[in-house]
């Protein structure tokens, strides 16, 4: 079982469609993040979670929409992107929230037509 | 300016050769620090963390340096299978951000 897993691994959507992402940790951390990553640009932080608290949320559009049940369990809900959304969306997890080296999911290759 | 910044390359070298990279980071309140390398079209993968010290592990260094606000990674006798984009990686109590913060990348091509 790998540390993070994101689901779905790609995913092609419309601009009118709802569709969710998953990421799932088994290292038993505290934190965990959104990041986007556009093509030939730095990751960007999306939104971090911190014992199933939302603590920061990086000025991002409201089309997206994280959830976070547990310490172990992370959504990002997604409606009506742009073509410009397209990216790779990746979860990671870490023991505690800014300090410590974060593990990454495979991400989440978003295509949005 | 970037909160961290990075030569974003390509460094071409041959196999064998030694190759460095530098990062700078703009928050000197900064605490932790990171190498993260980053294969193409996958997730980025912790390759080492950064102490005041420096460290060493196998083929590759790492140094900081506090007073000038840099960090680097030293690879010794490169491999093809060391060519990847490599993530310089800050964080800290007073970034404004309770999170790591990324550097755009070096890219390295290891050529036989």
């Known amino acids: 079982e790998t540390g993070v897993t994101q689901t779905p691994r790609h995913l092609v959507m419309g601009m009118t469609n709802k569709k969710s992402l998953k990421c799932e940790q088994h290292l038993g951390h505290n934190a965990m993040y959104w990041y986007k990553q556009s093509a030939k640009k730095p990751l960007e932080l999306m939104f971090v979670y911190s014992l199933e608290e939302r603590v920061e949320n990086n000025s991002v559009p409201s089309r997206f929409s994280p959830e976070c049940p547990n310490s172990s369990h992370l959504f990002l809900h997604l409606h009506t992107l742009q073509p410009e959304d397209s990216a790779l969306y990746l979860c990671?997890?870490?023991?505690?929230?800014?300090?410590?080296?974060?593990?990454f999911g495979q991400g989440t290759r978003l295509t949005v037509v | 300016r970037k909160e961290v910044e990075q030569d974003p390359g390509p460094f071409n070298v041959p196999e064998g050769a030694t190759v460095a990279f530098n990062c700078t980071y703009s928050n000197s309140a900064s605490q932790s620090f990171f190498w993260y390398r980053q294969d193409c079209r996958k997730e980025p993968k912790l390759l080492m963390s950064v102490y005041s010290s420096g460290n060493e592990d196998g083929r590759f260094t790492a140094q900081l340096n506090r007073a000038s606000q840099y960090i680097s990674l030293l690879i010794r006798d490169s491999k093809l299978s060391d060519s990847a984009t490599y993530l310089c990686?800050?964080?800290?109590?007073?970034?404004?951000?309770?999170?790591?913060?990324f550097g755009s990348g070096t890219r390295l091509q290891v050529q036989p």
């Open positions: 990686v800050v964080a800290g109590q007073d970034t404004g951000r309770r999170a790591l913060t």
């Open positions: 990671a997890s870490s023991q505690s929230q800014g300090w410590t080296e974060a593990f």
